[in-house]
RNA sequence: GGGCCCGUAGCCUAGUGGAUAGGGCAUCUGCCUUCUAAGCAGAGGGUCGCCGGUUCGAAUCCGGCCGGGCCCGCCA
């Protein structure tokens, strides 16, 4: 693709006599706020220091001296800015022949071939099921997944289930007590909930019968020392809870190439707890605990180990994260976690630093907000959360009884993947429209809409920019001049369209999947207004037809491809 | 008390030094015998939390304050 920026820069700097360096001409070129004051725009406000002349000055200066690179059509100094419009047929057919060319890997790039990352997300814990907070995780651990795949990284997805821990047993306990050996089969209820349903109960009685919070204290000690009974009965509750976990990551769409268990790292840290040892970043406290001392470093000191010998979730960490790099041969290690977290991470990635790990500094913590609900925080341990596989259905039943206002006639199968599609796309746009690092406002009634910018937007634009290349069968793009495509909306719609790469690179560089919503939205905004102005099919003649076609078909390309980074399901019809 | 994050119309949100703060929801007005109206065109709605500073220029950078969230466990 023909780089304007490059153009003006090179024209610039010879133009300058080399005062500025063409790189740094290309940074300070932007994007005028509307379209008529021109394509490109050169702010000569750091002339003016350079030069000590006023801005307006040098633009207008500058307009008169500057030779006119090839494809650009018309130069404009406009008060301290010099405007750049660039030839038209150039931009439809560049940004139109290098899409077409590209196809399904336009967007992507190599320049991250060779490097490996880990992208850890979920980490459920094993005593009740997904909610609210671990959907948005999840949308979060698979975009930037995505992400990263498209600079040509290679990601190993990866899952920690926090299987080990007061929490489980606590879910045990009430199971031994009033299970009466029901099973999730027996109760015919998914395996997950069932096991979620006697932490609550625990939780209800322990109001009553505080003593049980002993018990379940004593749970954890035997399981410790390996209990057989206790083991077993973990084991079975684990593994139902792991069962209801797969269910809703495959409803969903999460997927993993390896998963960790808590309950298999925690007690492998004892050489690392050795070395922090010795290299004195660990020491023995008053009462024989370990602690990492961070107070030097300016954060909290962290205990590593209890005075009992017994680990804690950070133990667990120190040995996964070193078993990770090792093993895998990590380059990166990305942790999606919630922003409750981050001086956990702080301290985790300190201690790495401390004990001279040269991997430590490429451990990063994608820290995201938390999802609210009107009436406050979520609070698991009530039992007042918005669950996971209740909102997935919720909106697939809410996208379903939408497609049959439209289609009487669909069939059984078609419905139920048409509602899946569009539901999940419903949650997973809403999900990642919004900057990471801000907490989300989640009201079951009105959060999620499937107007304005949301997925199903996206999809029914793209579900009609299809409909019209199938409509027109088989096309053969000959070579065209896209001379046609001038008006002023092909040529914002190709601008957003050629920009599509752009915002990909940006939200890699900024672990921010929402600078991609964002492209996605503007696109689909300017197709439709595109649509509305100009028919395709019954343009006034066959080249203005070919050439509409040829955008139209850039169109469904570029938000096919963005829509996969998301994770959200293009579909034909709506 | 300390640390981190957030504050942009009734609600949600984009925008980290540049031109008139950009969208969406909701409200109001038009547009389906015309390639899918989950759409399009248009209207109204803003002390960018407040005060000060830096700058030719601040929603954006710095300082202080106010409001909200999270964290500061030998919990995860």
Known sequence: MADFKELIAGALEQALDSKLKKDEISALLEVPPTPGMGDYAFPCFKLAEILKKKPNKIAFELAEKIFLPDGIAEINPNGPYLNFFVAKD????????????????????DFGKGQKIMVEYSGPNSNKPLHLGHLRNN????????????????????????????????????????????????????????????YIMYNKMVEEKPELEKQAYEMLQKWENGDKETKKLWKQMTEWAVQGFKETYEEFGSKFD????????????????KLGEEKGVFKRNENGALV??????????????RTDGTSIYITNDLALTEYKFKHFKLNESIWIVGNEQDLYFRQLFKIFTLLGFKWAKNCIHLSHGMVNLP?????????????????????????????????????????????????????????????????????????????GETGP???????????????????????????????????????????????VKKSLEQLSPHIICQSLIEIAEAFNTFYHKHKVLKAGSEEIKMERLALVQATVQVLKNGLELLDIEAIEKM
């Open 457 to 503: 937007y996206i999809q029914y634009s793209y579900a009609r920019a299809k409909s019209i290349l199938t409509k027109a069968g088989k096309i053969k793009l000959k070579k065209f001049g896209f001379e046609r495509l001038i008006g002023s909306e092909e040529q914002k719609l190709l601008k957003l369209l050629a920009n599509y790469p752009e915002a």
């Open 375 to 451: 009436s406050g925080r979520l609070k698991s341990r009530e039992g007042k959360v918005v669950d996971a596989d209740d909102i997935i259905k919720e909106l697939e039943d809410l996208a379903a009884k939408e497609i049959k206002k439209r289609d009487k006639k669909i069939g059984e199968k078609e419905l139920a993947a048409r509602s899946r599609a569009i539901g999940l796309a419903a949650i997973k746009f809403h999900m990642l429209k919004v900057a990471v690092q801000k907490d989300i406002m989640f009201n079951p009634k009105e959060s999620i809409s499937f107007e």
């Open 90 to 109: 150039l931009v439809a057919q560049d940004t139109i022949n290098e899409i077409i060319k590209q196809g399904d890997v336009f967007g992507k790039r």
């Open 258 to 273: 390896t998963w960790f268990f808590e309950s298999q790292y925690y007690n492998k840290a004892k050489a690392i707890l």
């Open 139 to 198: 949308c979060i651990g698979m975009a930037i997944s995505n992400i990263f795949a498209a600079s040509g990284m290679k990601v190993i997805k990866a899952n920690i289930v926090n299987d080990r821990g007061i929490h489980i047993c606590k879910s045990m306990l009430a199971y031994k007590l009033f299970g009466n050996k029901a099973t999730p089969e027996s109760t015919k209820e998914k395996p997950d909930h069932f096991v979620g349903d006697y």
């Open 292 to 305: 990492a001392e961070l107070e030097s470093q300016g954060l909290p000191d962290k205990t590593v180990l």
